[in-house]
């Protein structure tokens, strides 16, 4: 079994910041890339950022400058640096990571639960 687990969330007022995690735990080979998406009520899921197992980054034009990704190989955990926090970014944040188990050849992608981000003075 692989369990991704975030942490962090929480209630922030406007122009402050916020720090969230995101932990695999399991029986896990390796991990490629991982990443934050957010889903605010009443609208789709959409990707916030990404990084390779490298450290190389990629974001959402509506973060780019404000959020920062980075990732802990050897504790399999990443993290999404949130700053500049506008009311716009309130919803549930998930992470992901494609995920290959011991004793498998294949790559498939694992979801945590979801930790809520409130912006609100």
């Known amino acids: 079994q692989v369990q991704l687990v975030e942490s962090g969330g929480g209630l922030v007022q406007p122009g402050g910041s916020l720090r969230v995690s995101c932990a695999a735990s399991g029986s896990i080979f390796s991990i490629g890339g991982m990443g934050w998406h957010r889903q605010a009520p009443g609208k789709q899921r959409e990707l916030v950022a990404v990084i390779t197992h490298n450290g190389s980054p990629n974001y959402a034009d509506s973060v780019k400058g404000r959020f920062t990704i980075s990732r802990d190989n050897a504790k399999n955990t990443v993290y999404l640096q949130m700053n500049s926090l506008k009311p716009e970014d309130t919803a549930v944040y998930y992470c992901?990571?494609?995920?290959?188990?011991?004793?498998?050849?294949?790559?498939?992608?694992?979801w945590g639960q979801g930790t809520q981000v409130t912006v609100s003075s």
């Open positions: 992901s990571a494609d995920i290959m188990r011991v004793g498998t050849v294949t790559v498939n992608p694992y």
